[in-house]
């Protein structure tokens, strides 16, 4: 039979009981809870929380929640109240804009007195550090070594005993 086979390398077709169907580590799956997660290994990232805001279309300045939309941008000095700071611009459809609107407006970036005009607000993550950790005058976490950073990687491979 070993002559009709069409690859002779080592691996193919081989078996311990010669029907070809065989399973690596038939061990039965250990049974009851789970190990802790070691608390001395690598920390995982902090998550970032979502912060819903406005920014400026012409230089994505953060703008202030309590800003007359009526007035310009503290930073750039373009028009807040205008077309491509609205949340309904869309420069695919019908007079770019998503609301039934009577006639085109032909300058998106300069002040209207449109009154579908709604400030386009975006969710993004909040970047800037924060003390949330240290927020009860509790000491800083100690600095690591590149020894402790070995430890831990070390501690990934340990098989449990």
Same mark, same amino acid.
């Given at each position: 039979?070993?002559?009709?086979?069409?690859?002779?390398?080592?691996?193919?077709?081989?078996?311990?009981?010669? @029907? !070809?169907? #065989?399973? =690596?580590? +038939?061990?039965?799956? %250990? @049974? !009851?809870? #789970?190990? =802790?997660? +070691?608390?001395?290994? %690598?920390?995982?990232? #902090?998550?970032?929380?979502?912060?819903?805001?406005?920014?400026?279309?012409?230089?994505?300045?953060?703008?202030?929640?309590?800003?007359?939309?009526?007035?310009?941008?503290?930073?750039?000095?373009?028009?807040?109240?205008?077309?491509?700071?609205?949340?309904?611009?869309?420069?695919?459809?019908?007079?770019?804009?998503?609301?039934?609107?009577?006639?085109?407006?032909?300058?998106?970036?300069?002040?209207?007195?449109?009154?579908?005009?709604?400030?386009?607000?975006?969710?993004?993550?909040?970047?800037?550090?924060?003390?949330?950790?240290?927020?009860?005058?509790?000491?800083?976490?100690?600095?690591?070594?590149?020894?402790?950073?070995?430890?831990?990687?070390?501690?990934?491979?340990?098989?449990?005993?």
């Amino acid at each position: 039979m070993d002559d009709d086979r069409r690859y002779r390398q080592r691996g193919y077709m081989d078996s311990n009981n010669g @029907s !070809g169907d #065989r399973r =690596p580590n +038939d061990r039965p799956k %250990p @049974s !009851g809870p #789970r190990p =802790p997660i +070691d608390v001395t290994g %690598p920390r995982l990232p #902090r998550l970032l929380q979502n912060v819903v805001a406005a920014r400026c279309f012409n230089c994505s300045t953060m703008l202030p929640s309590d800003l007359d939309w009526k007035g310009i941008c503290p930073k750039c000095a373009s028009a807040l109240h205008c077309c491509k700071q609205c949340a309904h611009f869309e420069p695919s459809t019908r007079f770019q804009c998503l609301k039934p609107i009577p006639a085109r407006i032909p300058v998106k970036d300069q002040a209207n007195d449109c009154e579908l005009f709604s400030p386009r607000v975006t969710v993004a993550r909040d970047a800037a550090p924060s003390n949330h950790h240290n927020s009860n005058n509790a000491p800083a976490p100690a600095t690591r070594s590149p020894h402790d950073a070995r430890a831990a990687f070390d501690n990934l491979f340990k098989k449990p005993e």
